[in-house]
């Protein structure tokens, strides 16, 4: 296995988009996911983080809870991803413009 497959599979499975335990073989196959099915999953796990977060400061405010600490580090959690996938877009938007550049 490459490395580049072994940190998509560690991503993907960070991302909750497949399960560690089911490992059958090592290396993804290429027909496993689609490049959209990643995509949306990222932005769903994204989307997710900033709603856990949301709620723990609701949860906060009306005193449901008096762990700052929690609250903090599910905030820092949703900056983190939102900012991941912003460079994610920001590099898919270059490379799409270097291959249109390519275009005669």
């Not at 949703?78 to 249109?100: C, G, P, T, W």
Request: net charge negative; charged share 30%.
């Amino acid at each position: 296995m490459n490395p580049m497959d072994n940190n998509l599979r560690i991503g993907l499975e960070q991302a909750g988009m497949t399960d560690a335990s089911d490992r059958r073989n090592d290396a993804l196959k290429p027909n496993d996911l689609s490049f959209k099915d990643v995509l949306t999953g990222l932005v769903d796990k994204v989307d997710s983080l900033q709603k856990d977060a949301d709620a723990s400061i609701k949860g906060l405010v009306t005193g449901e809870t008096t762990n700052i600490h929690d609250v903090a580090v599910k905030m820092k959690e949703a900056e983190v991803a939102f900012s991941l996938m912003m460079e994610v877009r920001n590099k898919l938007v270059d490379a799409y413009q270097e291959i249109m550049k390519m275009q005669p």
